[in-house]
């Protein structure tokens, strides 16, 4: 069980070194987001080291902690497959909070079209290897997300310790990837073997989570406005 976690994580690193191809001819410059007014409870945590930039942002809260974090991708290429287009969207907490959860935030989704650009839309949320019937047309977790049919499997035989450090999606609860607002930036740029474009995307994440190792229940909440960037081989 738990070497099939592995190899996930592997897998999706090899993709997202593939989709990362076709962009790296362009610079890439550092996303910061503002910092926002903080008189909270004591369990949140403090983003001090973060420069103000009130255009683009990514806030995370998983249970009453929250933070904001500047460390995310969100791309689209077909450089894994030329008939396809992969959507990547990856999350690190900051360190205070990837210390107290150890969650890995990664998301993908497959489409068959040669389209890379988002759209408004609500799409559901699907763990590894989910039996959802809606499966194809939302986004998959990646990393230790895992769903409930393989939770109930280990349960069954005994092996809970091989899902150390997993998380279980709850299905019970509605499971969510909310794009609100797309806009092109007008950066398109035709290259000889591919072409390349923004777009500023607006949304939220919600899900509900099981943690395995002291089966804890959370709620996580991501609010972001952030760059999207695409590239289509030709």
Same mark, same amino acid.
């Given at each position: 069980m738990?070497?099939?976690?592995k190899?996930m ?6 993709v997202f070194?593939?989709?990362s191809i ?9 996303? %910061? !987001?503002s910092l926002?007014s +903080?008189n909270?409870a004591s369990t949140?945590?403090e983003n001090?080291?973060?420069?103000? +930039?009130?255009n ?7 249970g ?5 974090t ?5 791309s689209s290429?077909?450089?894994a497959?030329k /008939?396809?287009?992969l959507?990547l969207?990856?999350?690190?907490l900051?360190?205070?909070m990837?210390?107290?959860?150890q969650?890995?935030?990664?998301l ?5 079209t ?6 408004i839309?609500s799409y559901p ?5 989910s039996?959802?019937?809606?499966y194809?047309n ?6 230790n !997300?895992?769903? /409930?049919k393989?939770?109930?499997?280990a349960?069954?035989e005994n092996?809970? /310790?091989?899902?150390e450090?997993s998380?279980?999606?709850l ?8 794009i609100?607002d !797309?806009?092109?930036?007008? !950066?398109? +740029?035709? +290259?000889p073997?591919?072409t390349?474009?923004?777009?500023r995307v607006?949304?939220?994440v919600?899900?509900n989570?099981?943690r395995?190792?002291?089966n %804890? ?11 999207? %960037?695409?590239a289509?081989?030709k």
């Amino acid at each position: 069980m738990s070497s099939n976690l592995k190899l996930m994580k592997k897998l999706l690193i090899i993709v997202f070194g593939l989709s990362s191809i076709l962009q790296s001819c362009k610079d890439y410059k550092a996303k %910061e !987001v503002s910092l926002l007014s +903080q008189n909270k409870a004591s369990t949140d945590f403090e983003n001090s080291d973060l420069t103000e +930039q009130p255009n683009y942002y990514c806030k995370v809260k998983i249970g009453k902690d929250e933070c904001i974090t500047t460390d995310y991708l969100m791309s689209s290429s077909n450089a894994a497959r030329k /008939e396809s287009i992969l959507i990547l969207f990856g999350i690190t907490l900051n360190e205070a909070m990837e210390e107290k959860y150890q969650l890995d935030i990664s998301l993908q989704k497959r489409h068959n079209t040669l389209d890379p650009k988002l759209k408004i839309g609500s799409y559901p949320l699907f763990a590894i290897m989910s039996d959802a019937e809606d499966y194809v047309n939302g986004f998959q977790f990646l990393g230790n !997300v895992i769903g /409930e049919k393989t939770y109930e499997q280990a349960k069954n035989e005994n092996i809970l /310790e091989d899902l150390e450090g997993s998380y279980v999606l709850l299905l019970e609860h509605t499971n969510t990837l909310n794009i609100k607002d !797309v806009m092109d930036l007008d !950066v398109e +740029q035709d +290259q000889p073997f591919y072409t390349t474009g923004k777009q500023r995307v607006k949304g939220e994440v919600n899900f509900n989570l099981l943690r395995v190792d002291i089966n %804890e229940k959370l709620t996580v909440n991501i609010d972001f406005d952030i760059e999207h %960037e695409w590239a289509l081989s030709k």
